[in-house]
């Protein structure tokens, strides 16, 4: 099997937050360089040595550094691309850099041909009650009265693979309404926002802090046949930005669906009410099974009652309502 090398460079007070990413994303296998602890060694048990490799006193100059490898295949790629939107947002929130750069650096392969090579492993699946998930290069040949939803991601998050989007769309097929509003934070490849309108919402409304993410969206919009009149694409950071978070909440949603990562979610959990009308619903994925009690206190402590958790392979996803 192949493997890609990444490498996160953060801080050392971000190694504690990027190693429990990893690990909420099931990576249980990394390799941390921290030059304090090589800085450490070289003035404590390094000067009882008559000799020592200059490389190994270069590591005391090296950046704060997390490596990870991914297979080469389906679930690989989406945990990947998982990782990358997960890094964005924590950046965006991270107001006073306090985790460093948090940037990604592919070390034995190229991105575009990362990017493409998983196209083999994309096939056609059925997702809750009503979906068959498709890339546009694979053709559908089986009977049923599943709608079909179209979805190229590219570097985008969001294949319909993952638990956590499962889980949300599971939701959404619960909770839309006919003349209802949407909003997707974080929207990724928009498969999500794409479901809302399939499933009959009035209007979507898809937001990414990552420009290639918000195109994305919208090429996925239009595979799907979607008009123009009923989606609208904001890239930026509602956290930092009044200006677009008025633009974004000027009418309010009737379902905000949120499939971050727990820090994040708990980050946003007193922005969300803001976009809710009242009564509003809350759907909240990208959570580890043992992280939901934590996100739950926090959004009812943000005025949230929760209505239903669901979990699929130690994923899980919170549905709750604005009191």
Known sequence: MNWLEVTIYTSKQGLEIITGVLLQLGVTGFVVQDPDDFDEFLKGWGTEWDYMDEEVEKLKDSETSITVYFADNMQGNETFVELKNILARLKASDTEQNYGELTLELGNVNEEDWANNWKQYFKPFEVGEKFVIKPSWEEYKGQTNRMILEIDPNSSFGTGQHYTTQLCICQLEKSITQDCRVLDMGCGSGILSVAAVLLGAKEVTAVDIDQNSVNIAEDNFKKN???????????????????????????????????????????????????????????????????????????????????????????????????
């Open 225 to 323: 046949n979607i008009s123009s009149n009923t989606f609208k694409t904001y890239c930026g950071n509602v956290i930092e930005n009044n200006d677009l978070a008025e633009a974004i909440s000027s009418e309010g949603y009737d379902i905000v669906v949120a499939n971050i990562v727990a820090d994040v979610i708990l980050f946003m959990k007193d922005i969300f009410g803001k976009f809710l009308k009242p009564q509003g619903i809350l759907i909240a994925s990208g959570v580890i099974g043992e992280r939901s009690k934590e996100v739950e206190e926090a959004l009812q402590e943000s005025g949230f009652e929760i209505d239903e958790i669901t979990e699929k392979n130690d994923w899980v996803a919170i549905t709750a309502h604005l009191k």
